[in-house]
């Protein structure tokens, strides 16, 4: 097997373990959360939202540490931290017990992330197989399937974080015994470069949309469960609507990728953006069960995409800074989706539904698209 093969599926996994399973196993298993230790849904928020402030530090820290001459050591603790504080959500006993573990497992995954993907970007160019990049994110899907397969097993809480955590941890195994040998060499930031006016605001714009993007996916991705609670739906496990998120997650990387290369990567990204601004007002007003169904389709089948469009699109707009792009993209990311749940969940107790903390996340979404400018138009 090529080291390029090794390191996409490898990377798939860890997609899977620390984003997959670590980030979005809260979302199914909210409401239960919710039930056993008596939350609002502003409490629930302020947790997931420190789960991305975690993220944001480490996204912050990341650039720093992939040019480390250590970081063969320091992505072997982080992938360990991501499937440990995982597994210690059986153990999390108090609030600030559950601040801190998903603090620390938003740090793990973001390092993750920004660690694998950037490894990940310099072994296919080393071997001419850039049209791989994409690729790994779809471990997300693939992690919020095996998510749902482990809640589906029963349990209280404690038991089935405890099995997520093993679950993550087998995932881990496999994806650094693929990787084990490879030889880690550090990755610089890049020094400043003199770009145009019109080069640097390319960049900025696809940043601060993305930012957007964070707020705007979130607040579904953190509450839909919930949602599908509130309606009206026997004989149905609302959990089902993360296992249609998951389901649509998986493809919808190849797909949009085929989009991007048939009709150009900036007016593919304008429109994922467009489309699930569609899926998260549905989400919110929907007052049917096939309603929030088709939401979550629209949801899953567009934020893995975005994801992997937004960060290819600055990518391409700082090549020679390429840990820098990838990193500035994913703190305004985080920056979105912290305070998405605190606010919603705000807004959902105050309101007693999720419609205007939707229709606020959409407005967000349609803004990014705005910014998102075609090349030609960006010249």
């Not at 990341?62 to 059986?90: D, E, K, Q």
Request: charged residues 10%; contains cysteine.
């Amino acid at each position: 097997m090529s080291s390029a093969s090794r390191w996409v599926i490898s990377a798939t996994l860890v997609m899977a373990s620390a984003m997959g399973i670590g980030r979005f196993a809260y979302t199914p298993l909210l409401p239960e959360m919710v039930a056993q230790y008596n939350w609002s849904f502003a409490t629930a928020g302020d947790l997931a939202s420190a789960n991305f402030i975690g993220y944001l530090v480490g996204a912050i820290l990341a650039p720093t540490i992939t040019a480390s001459r250590n970081i063969r050591i320091w992505l072997a603790a982080a992938l360990m931290a991501s499937a440990v504080t995982t597994y210690l959500g059986a153990e999390a006993n108090s609030f600030n017990v559950w601040l801190g573990v998903r603090f620390l497992s938003g740090v793990a995954s973001a390092f993750c992330l920004v660690a694998v993907t950037t490894h990940l970007m310099f072994v296919l160019a080393s071997e001419r197989q850039e049209r791989f990049g994409n690729v790994h994110f779809a471990g997300v899907g693939l992690g919020i399937l095996i998510c749902m397969l482990s809640v589906y097993g029963g349990g209280d809480v404690s038991t089935q974080w405890a099995r997520l955590g093993a679950l993550s941890a087998g995932l881990i195994a496999i994806a650094w015994f693929l990787i084990g040998k490879h030889q880690f060499q550090p990755i610089p930031a890049g020094p400043r470069q003199s770009f145009s006016l019109d080069f640097d605001w390319t960049l900025w714009r696809l940043i601060i949309g993305y930012g957007f993007f964070g707020f705007g996916y979130v607040v579904a991705a953190t509450f839909v469960v919930a949602m599908a609670q509130r309606l009206d739906t026997p004989g149905i496990d609302v959990r089902s609507v993360w296992t249609a998120v998951g389901l649509a997650f998986v493809p919808s990387v190849y797909l949009w990728q085929w989009v991007a290369n048939r009709f150009g990567l900036l007016n593919t990204l304008k429109l994922a953006y467009l489309v699930e601004a569609v899926g998260v007002v549905l989400a919110g007003l929907s007052g049917s069960y096939p309603g929030l169904l088709l939401a979550c389709i629209l949801l899953g089948g567009t934020f893995g995409a975005i994801t992997a469009l937004g960060l290819s699109a600055a990518r391409a707009a700082a090549p020679t800074r390429v840990a820098f792009a990838v990193s500035a993209m994913t703190v305004a990311f985080s920056l979105g989706q912290l305070l998405g749940p605190a606010v919603s969940g705000r807004m959902a107790d105050a309101s007693g539904n999720f419609a205007m903390a939707s229709l606020l996340a959409a407005v967000l979404l349609v803004a990014a698209a705005a910014l998102v400018r075609p090349q030609r138009e960006s010249q």
